[in-house]
């Protein structure tokens, strides 16, 4: 089989893993020899048509597995064609797809050949090949295999700028009932380790710049979402442990989508790409708008609703918080209030010190007043009674509107 | 009266002409801004009398605008220059935090202007496709690229930065720069006609874009938001766009049709009762539709031996002979079970023998059924009736019999060869030791392999007959 063939295999084959991201990193160029820089932000090459950008070259190093995980288009039981890089096919393709500037680096991930260890050792193979062969100052992100043995994770760390372990479901029980062989108590305490590791490097690397490097883009997993009944509530809950736990740099939501050959156990309906959106939405303001998981959702409504933003709806939960005065409020306030972000946020309060902020200046920062008027005071501008007729009128979007059509903060993340 | 600036339009020429302006105190409504060329005289400055005794003598504003007017100069709106001039003449006329104020018309529009530049900037970066070209023996790798503002100066280091053992150029209608390992050189814009027309590891390339598309989820809005039309033409991927989307749907409908097609083939929980009962049990394990072997296997195939037996061994799954007379290790691997356990010293009789999967998984291999090893879903199907039957027997000690049985009742990480000969504690058992499947010694390359693997097996069993006698 010639490399053509295998990319599609394998591409086809990484593709429903949502990670991309080439930011986070340290600075480094290639002024005195090898190939690659990066600035520490990080740049998509080019977007698909499902929205996605491409910044990295995400492939398998083979698509063979031991495991059975049933959402996987890998697992051993899908009758998908297979193939297996050497990896000095991953090197070049990524030091020719380098040079040529289509991508910023390489997100290598595998599945399960013979053992966890075997399996381990060819992606490290590929890093080091890279690293120390070719000078590779370009963007790694590895997979890492939670069962593999310590001294290849560490070494993993060693070459990679991010590393991640994909926790794939959000509750134990999904896990035993779709992917068998997969451990929740386990993929947390190596991502313990790793985070201690990464913590450490840290440190060591503010003391001494000699010091070894470990994945300073941080670790990273995802979730898949939709695959099993768990409520949003679960989900982030899960993802607000590993944020606070082991200090994850991100969590990657994951509309779960139909794949081929899929079993029955499965939904075979479109992927929920509006709740992955809430999702997501969500997840930043856990990380930049200070809210608690438990805000979020209630336990009466453990979904996160799909025709509004999560902020929005915990507005609207919270009549009693608003109106907020845009010239008092203190930063945590303002950050609560629906159709503001943390950018706007800060300009506002900036602005503030020097002169009373107008309806004409949320205007020119691209507020979008009609969320936002409802829920703020201006110099010129007092919100209907709060909870009153008008107020409900003018805070209840219309229920459609975004169902099919999610808003460009999807993208942004900016609520 | 109306000033004339002529300068150079690039900041620093700007920089030169505002700070006279500046020094001069004209305000800005009276000054026309007048770019030239590189081989053009400068007209106005030099030619006018500096005034007797200038306002100031130095000109201070934040760093923050000397920043922003770095990028904004690389604008292509003509009246960039004024408003440059107007925010400088703003901030040194009383107004020193004006950079603060995000909502100031001038600063608005600078900002956004601000943005376009790293906008532009960040795209360059992104979209930049080289091709190579062999030129007087050394590979050279060329691009076409067609930025929105004067951007290439700007954003040159970038790229020397990241393939500066590469020799380079990038090409541009505005602009051209050069890299030949050691220094950037800049030249005049050249029309795409000077670029090259392909390269060898595009349509490796195309192949990538294409197969990492997931045509589940088509969001066109997202793509163009990000990747703008005006771009896709010296894009090579982009090519593909409208092929990939107007099979999108038929790939979708294929792919679930396939599914449905292959969901007859599925597992679903097996329906253990709660009895405690082993006859109970192995009844209901009769009837197990749990996964799909119970299509292809003659029958079930349960445990047998003592359940109030202290020691159990588990295998694989039946084979050819045990499919047939449904008694676990009855054939050949069974028979070299019973010699090893006499030579070890353990009586069969008193062993409670099982498989992790009860049902007989093969292939057809001419007229022979060929035992091929069971899924790890088959395994975690089946594993509720290895429970059960643990539950009932409740062993002291429990023998696994190569690697399907030890990761069924060890978990993924154990392996046969680095953990065998040792107990350690499992789910069901303190005292869970892990040996070879006898099959193995069948297959053995010769006698004198066969021997060997024997020996170590012979080994491993008296381990366990020793704990017996200990427990």
Known sequence: MDVAAKLSILADAAKYDASCASSGTEK?????????????????HSYTPDGRCVSLLKILLTNYCIYDCLYCINRISSDVPRA??????????????????????????????????????????????????????????LKTIPEAAPALIAEAGRWADRISINVELPTPEDLDKLAPEKNLGRIRTTMGVIGTRIQEAKAERRESRKAEPFAPAGQSTQMIVGATPTPDRAILEQASSLYKEHRLRRVYYSAFSPIPSASSALPLVAPPLVREHRLYQADWLLRFYGFDVQELTTAAEPDLPLGMDPKLAWALRHPEKFPVDLHTAPRETMLRVPGLGVRNVDRLISVRRWHRVTLADLTRLRVPLKKTLPFVVTADHQPATIGGARWNAAVRPPRQMELFAPEPSVFSGQL | MLRQATFLPTFAGWQKAARAALLAETPPDSILWQEIG?????????EEPEPAQPARSTVKVPKKFVEVATRVACHADPQRWALLYRVLWRITHGEHQLMEIAVDADIHALAQMDKAIRHDVHKMRAFVRFRTIEHEGETWYVAWFEPAHHIVELNAPFFADRFAQMNWSILTPDRCVHWDGKDLTFTEGVPKSEA???????????????????????KVHAMTKEMPKRYWKNLPEAQLIPELLRKAPTRVNSMMAKSRASAAVDFHPAPVPESDDWAVVKKAACGCTACPLYKTGTQ?????????????????????????????????????????LADAGIDRQLAYVTNAVKHFKWVPSGKRRLHKTPSPREVAACRPWLEAEMRIVKPKVVVCLGSTAAQAVLGPEVRVLRDRGTFRPSAFCEQTFVTVHPSSLLRAPDEAAREEAYRLFIADLKKVAHKMSAV
């Open chain 1, 28 to 44: 480094r160029n290639s002024r005195d020899k090898g190939i690659g820089s990066t600035t520490g932000a990080g740049i998509c």
């Open chain 1, 84 to 141: 297996r890089f050497t990896p000095d096919e991953v090197v070049n393709l990524t030091l020719d797809f380098y040079k040529r500037n289509y991508i910023e680096g390489l997100f290598l991930s595998s599945g399960i050949i013979r053992n966890p260890d075997y399996t381990m050792e060819q992606v490290v193979k590929v890093a080091r090949t890279l690293r120390e062969t070719h000078q590779f100052r370009g963007y790694i992100h």
């Open chain 2, 38 to 46: 590189e081989n053009q005289p400068l007209l106005d400055l030099a």
């Open chain 2, 196 to 218: 090259p027309l392909e390269d060898a590891v595009e349509p490796l390339w195309q192949k990538y874009y294409a197969h990492i598309f997931n045509p589940a989820r088509v």
């Open chain 2, 300 to 340: 079930t195939v349960f445990g047998e031996g003592s359940w109030k037996s202290e020691l159990v061994f588990i295998g694989e799954q039946p084979g050819d002979s045990e499919d047939l007379a449904g008694k676990p290790f009855v054939g050949p691997a069974g028979q070299l079970l019973d010699r090893a």
